[in-house]
């Protein structure tokens, strides 16, 4: 009914003009052929209503006066008499005011009507704004801190593991001196030099997670076997990559978001899990990349927060910012699967500056 009133308010207004003198034609013959001992005033109420809603007041008003007309006409011709000459055109005038009320409540209800409509357009433009510009600052929000990281990883990189390097250098050459003096605190030098390659390799490895991926379109792949390995080393579980065929993405935000996730999804599976093996899958197929990170540990709570952990919050919003569909479930076997897939149009790096407008 309310596509159909969309549709008749969007006819040409002669259109609806001409069909209501029509229906009101048919109605008062009608009621002529009917005699004048039925009542038809309520069907010459539906065709004023209509009139006033769909083409305005004044031809609202206008049917009014016709309908009054029409119908006293009509039973004055199918016989009826009055004592009084009067009678009729009182009775008449009874029907316009009464015809002219509803019109005024009908045209008024329709102006509300489109001032509400109005209303709602407005406000869910206003809200369809806000809801672009909060991603907009999400995103770009999201897109610094990873800049900066980057930024911070390459000043480890490039300074730091730098200076320490030529400190172990030098550690070392003041190691070969104090031994060839026969002094004892040689011994000390070279355990100096340990320490310092031993803060080397840690700041390499923060430079690493920092800035894993590099702008190659393998350097996903590539970081995600470096991410399986310290994993391995660092975390004492089982970690593997499985990727059977090359998942190339051109993208570098597109692939920084998918190892992001990854990465936060094989440190929740440490920290809260206690797993004895991860796997981490990246396949394509039917142009949707693929990422799924497996573990065979304690799985999901029970009672979860309705919210979810920050974690994966954090993972759903990187999912979504490249067009992403993500989520967690508990795995047959016991643990956890959590999946994200990603069309390949958003990792190219059309597509992807697309879904994330400067991340």
Known sequence: MIHLFERLERRPRWLLVLAGLAILGAIGLVDYLTGFEILFSVFYLLVVGMSAWFVGKGFGLLMSVLSAVVWIGGDLAAGARYRNPLIPVWNGLILMVLY??????????????????????????????????RQRLEQEILGVSEREQR??????????????????????????????????????????????????????????????????????????????????????VTCVLECRAPVLIHDDAAATHLYRIAQEAVRNAVRHARPGRIEMTLAEQDGVVKLTVEDDGAGLAETPQPSGGLGIRIMAHRAAMIGGAFSIEPALAGGTIVTCSVPRAYTSQHGAREGTHGA
């Open 151 to 236: 930024r911070i990883g390459h000043d480890l990189h490039d300074s730091l593991c730098q200076h320490l390097t030529a400190t172990a250098l030098a550690g070392e050459v003041l190691g070969e001196r104090l031994a060839a003096k026969a002094l004892p605190e040689a011994a000390d030098a070279t355990k100096v030099v340990e320490l310092v390659e031993e803060g080397i390799s840690l700041a390499r490895n923060l430079a690493r997670g920092l800035y894993p991926v590099e702008l190659d379109a393998e350097g996903l792949m590539a970081a995600f076997q470096e991410l399986a390995d310290n994993t391995t080393k660092g975390a004492g």
């Open 100 to 133: 002219s009320i509803v019109v005024w409540l009908l045209t008024s209800l329709h102006s509300l009507h489109r001032e509400l409509e109005v209303r709602v357009q407005q406000r869910t433009a206003a809200l369809t704004r806000e809801i672009a510009e």
